[in-house]
């Protein structure tokens, strides 16, 4: 037989651990909780009838390699959310670790692209010039979900650097670069 174990006795069981339900009262834990799994950063753009729009997002995921698909979630309180929902053709750049300026220009600011090299991508999304990674995508579906949406991406084409740079990492609130561990034999 089996021993059940209540979820707080089990945490209790974890030095320093907090045990909460995920309520409205506890949305700053939970969103810590959310942030002790570090990430990578992007930026992703779209063009509108005013103009391009971007905004910084770690809510990246690849998907798929057949076919090549790609999913990002913007926040619904975004003033940028429904350009992005509207959008047809969307750009996701990972940013290299130097990109910490463009990372917080873009988490505050999606319509001024004067700061920064861009020009038109191939499907007319604008394209930010030395990311490590694009990936020019048509609009494949989009999903509501609680405060997000779930925008999925099909991969239209690809530009990689292969020249080894490190991406920008965000991990507990904080922007930084990956450090490899080293394993004793």
Do not use: Y
């Not at 063009?47 to 619904?76: C, E, H, K, R, Y």
């Not at 965000?170 to 561990?181: H, L």
């Amino acid at each position: 037989m089996r021993n059940q174990i209540s979820a707080s006795t089990a945490v209790a069981n974890v030095s320093g651990a907090h045990s909460f339900e995920p309520t409205l009262d506890h949305t700053r834990a939970l969103r810590d909780a959310f942030g002790c799994f570090g990430t990578g950063v992007t930026i992703v753009c779209a063009q509108t009838p005013d103009g391009p729009v971007g905004m910084t997002a770690n809510s990246f995921s690849a998907i798929s390699l057949d076919p090549p698909l790609v999913l990002w979630a913007p926040s619904s309180s975004s003033k940028r959310h429904a350009a992005f929902v509207a959008a047809q053709h969307f750009c996701v750049h990972i940013l290299a670790a130097e990109q910490l300026k463009m990372a917080k220009h873009f988490a505050s600011n999606g319509t001024d692209f004067d700061t920064f090299d861009w020009h038109e991508g191939p499907f007319g999304a604008p394209t930010l010039k030395g990311c490590l990674t694009e990936f020019h995508c048509d609009t494949d579906a989009i999903h509501p979900a609680g405060d997000h949406s779930l925008i999925l991406g099909r991969v239209r084409h690809v530009v990689h650097d292969t020249s080894g740079g490190n991406g920008l990492l965000f991990d507990q609130g904080r922007f930084g670069q990956f450090t490899p561990a080293v394993v004793a034999d």
